[in-house]
């Protein structure tokens, strides 16, 4: 069975930091592109971040660029995304997910079920 199974999300004030967490399991991962998509509410889902598979590659969208770091640990199967100077526009229910390629095109195969990021100011 496929499950990606995020973890780290919480409350956070303004400026602070947090990481979040995807364990992946069912399925071949390194052949797998992993991404991170955001959705908040009245806003459509929107690709934050992608790491490739074949190089290593990876993909921030402009609002998070500077300030999140997606990395991966394949050993144990699991991906992560380190969220800095966080502001309260970044609030939204962050998925994990599982491209359908080892090259990063934010066209998953597979998704998790969210976490909640919710940043005061």
């Known amino acids: 069975e496929v499950q990606l199974v995020e973890s780290g999300g919480g409350l956070v004030q303004a400026g602070g930091s947090l990481t979040l967490s995807c364990a992946a399991s069912?399925?071949?991962?390194?052949?797998?592109?992993m991404s991170w998509f955001r959705q908040a509410p009245g806003k459509e889902r929107e690709g934050v971040s992608c790491i490739s598979r074949t190089a290593g590659t990876t993909y921030y969208a402009d609002s998070v660029k500077g300030r999140f770091t997606i990395s991966i640990n394949n050993a144990e199967n699991t991906v992560y995304l380190r969220m800095n100077s966080l502001r309260p526009e970044d609030t939204a229910v962050y998925y994990c997910a599982a491209d359908g390629d080892e090259v990063c095109s934010f066209a998953p195969d597979y998704w998790g079920q969210g976490t909640q990021v919710t940043v005061s100011s």
């Open positions: 069912g399925f071949t991962f390194d052949h797998h592109a």
